[in-house]
């Protein structure tokens, strides 16, 4: 028994130990399978939530009928009418003078035929008589906006305003009132979210919140304003929250025709005095010179935001335009045809939201967008012929598919720059100006032309009268300032010249036209990806070989750690740094800067060269120390860059380099080229001299003693050096008789926070990753290849080049990959040293903003929901797809160096 008992226990440690390892085995297997399976989930989740958030961007528009009523006025007794924001009531001036106040009454959901037993659209709260001398002939509004101006049959215009006065009112109050009211007001009317009531003289409606909101309207009219003698048949004027006033007070300026066919400018000022409190209206008034030999009389007249400019539109389509920047030298500018088709008259011309965009709607259906741009901004044969005489110019930037009929309604939203266009058939389009995206189509059930077309403020309702119905429609128009052209593709904004891509997500004013290209911020990440890569990838890859090939194994054990200790920096504090360290001392010695991007690699190649002219006992004695010699060489690459900086600036840059940047008439560009020519020209005589001359070099000198041959070596390289200055100096002074300047290109204007901080600041975050990787890459490459080539004769350096880079190319490809991915994502030190200029060049001395940092400063104000909000979510997704393109491509290739690898 005592000898079987060891045998046996043994036989069980064997088996417990098996077991053991077993599940090990099996609990590593499903940890490692549950890890990866868990990321690629939580990619996938991401991607999913980033769809989510986007896909409502590129739905379709609905519309839905609400209501539709016989018309309860007389064609042509009304000339303005007006919805409130909620859709709840609206008010409405009668050409009598009559100021109406009406609830909209909306169809009772428990009574199937409650069309037919309302057949009104509107139940009146108030009427207020404006005034009783004299009727309305014309009148002047402005979309947003709540003034107005009269033109009165007895030649005067008067200045008034109408507003919505919203107030909460307690529900106490409300009961109290129910139980006051007669039998014609009962809870069955108001017990749910969203009813309405007529309530001391306005309208309240229960939130559904619960709170029960009333609206008023309020009104103030001014004093008449003699403009002529007979009746003002054409009326436009400058909304008071454009026009500015020299007297202190509110300001008015309008254009008018009167009945003879006089064209007027009229200025208002109105003036409150401090003593009396009174307030005085000072009216001057300026007439519009005629236009030579043209008799025909407008049919409209419009005065543009800024009040510089006055239109005279005729039927024809014939625009004229007025400068009317100074008034006592009023002066036709230009003329236009809007309609160039023959035969085709204008029937309807008006502005979208801002009063910069024209809006010309013809006889045939066809619709076109108009605006202003200043001629010496765009040098084109089209505009050529243009004849101006304040060297600008209207252009059609905007043209949309035309419709079923006559054009014959015009309504522009209030928030943005949707508008409705109504046919003589009864249809209306729904159009977006900036996007020319056609958001959606409606027909009325009865057809019959549509005589009023209105946008509710909120964007959120139509309002259309067609025939002798008026028709009430809900609308959720999605986003259509957004599509994928106008995310991705040059967009004509109003004043500018042409086409562009801009990103511009808000502005002080609902009028600003926002502008959402993506463009700008695809190609910043590109420009901080070139830039970091362009600095940190070879000096890492060099590094990695370095430690990896031809330092002592003490060496590599001191810098592997130390580089890699560089990681733990956060990029904040990088950022921090580039912001307020290296950027203003970059700004000081910018030629020195420049110029250490040759002087170093020179100063370091002629160390190497020195290093072999020194003997070789001593070489090989200080072998493990000479890493510790390339400090001085570095120290005196950037003294000589230091050195050379004043006089390379005043040779080649007009001894100053930010002015030389901005003024591409002074100097030449030489200077510039040779940033670009010199590395370009290195490559050049580096192949020339391996594929070329080194075949007879060495064939000249292999037999030349040591000393000899350092020698040798040293004044080829200072010939090559000469040799590719000179080509370089050569080739740009060329370029630059040619008529080929840099400037505008690659540099222009300089920028303290610029792409060169960037990319060096960026490069030192993405170093240590490159190089661990890198290094790690080559040091796996199996020894005996090694051996073997060293034991055919190559040197360190053949080996390394021919044998075991391209074996360890598919890890040195990943690092770079990885590296890139780091790049690409970074924020922080894109947000505090980049500029966050969104624009799409490619200078170096600018700045830019790339995606992750456009999110990262925008989402956080954005209001969820809108389209800022839902484009930051689809500049994220663009971000993932690019990095998951990147990722896939990088495999494909890592997998390429991988077989080739194994063949080896």
Known sequence: MSGTQPRFTGRRRRLKTHWSVRWSDILSEGVISVGGIGTIVAVCLVALVLLMEVLPLFRSASIKPLNIREVPWISGEIVHFELNEYQTMGWLITNDGTLKVVRLIPPDPEDADAKSMSPLAFEVVKETKLFDDGEVTSISTSTGETDFVLGMDNGNVRVGNV????????????????????????????????????????????????????????????????????????????????ARSNLGGKSITFAAMDGENTLKLGVVNEKKSLLTGKTKLDTKLYDLPPIPGNDSVPKFILIDGLGNNVLAVEESGQLSRYDIRNKDSIRLAETVDLVPDPGVSLTVCDWVLGRETLFAGDSQGNSSGWFQIRLSDRNDERFSHRNSS?????????????????????????????????????????????????????????????????IAPRDDGLFIEAGDKIAHFALSPGFPDITLSSLFLPVWYEGYAEPLNMWQSSSSKTKDELKFSLYPLISGTFKATFYSMLFGAPLALLAGVYTSEFSTRRTRRLVKPTVEMMASLPSVVLGFLAALVFAPVAEKVVPACLASMFTVPFAILLGAFLW????????????????????????????????LGPSIEQWLFLGNIKLWLVHPEQGSGVGGWLLILIPFCVLVISVLDVYVLNSFWRGSVAMAPRFTFALLSLGKFLLFSLVTFSMAYALGTLLDLAGWDPRGTYIGEFDQRNS??????????????????????????????????????????????????????????????????????????????????PIEDWNIFNGFRTLSTNVAIELPEAVQGSSHYRVLFFSALVLFLLTFLINTVAEVVRLYFRRRAYQL
Request: glycine letters at 10%.
């Open 756 to 837: 060169l901080i960037v990319g060096f600041v960026m490069g030192f975050a993405v170093i240590p990753i490159i190089y661990t990787l890198s290094d790690d890459a080559l040091s796996s490459v199996p020894s005996h290849l090694r051996s073997a080539s060293l034991g055919c004769g190559a040197t360190h350096w053949q080996t390394t080049v021919r044998i075991v880079i391209p074996t360890a190319m598919s890890g040195l490809f990943s690092a770079l990959m990885i590296g890139l991915g780091r790049v690409a994502g970074e924020t922080m030190i894109v947000l505090m040293a980049g500029g966050n200029t």
């Open 612 to 643: 072999q002219i020194m003997p070789q006992t001593f070489t090989l004695r200080l072998q493990p120390y000479r890493l510790w010699f390339l400090t001085p060489v570095l120290v005196l690459g950037i003294y000589l860059a230091y050195w």
């Open 390 to 454: 304040d060297g600008f110019a209207l252009v059609r930037a905007h043209v949309f598919p035309p419709g079923p009929g006559a054009v014959s309604a015009f309504g522009a939203s209030s928030r943005s720059r949707m508008f409705i266009v109504g046919y003589a058939n009864g249809q209306c389009s729904l159009f977006h100006m900036t996007t020319e995206k056609h958001v959606a189509d409606l027909m009325m059930p009865e057809g019959g032309q549509v005589g009023l077309a209105r």
């Open 163 to 242: 507003e919505f006065k919203t107030t909460f009112v307690d529900p106490v109050e409300i009961k109290s009132w129910f139980v006051e009211q007669t039998d014609s007001v009962s809870s069955k009317h108001f017990s749910h979210p969203g009813d309405t009531v007529i309530y001391n003289d306005g309208v309240v409606q229960m939130t559904p919140q619960g709170q029960y909101r009333a609206q008023n309207v309020e009104w103030t009219l001014g004093d008449p304003v003699e403009v002529s003698d007979s009746a003002i048949v054409l009326l436009d004027h400058l909304p008071q929250a454009n």
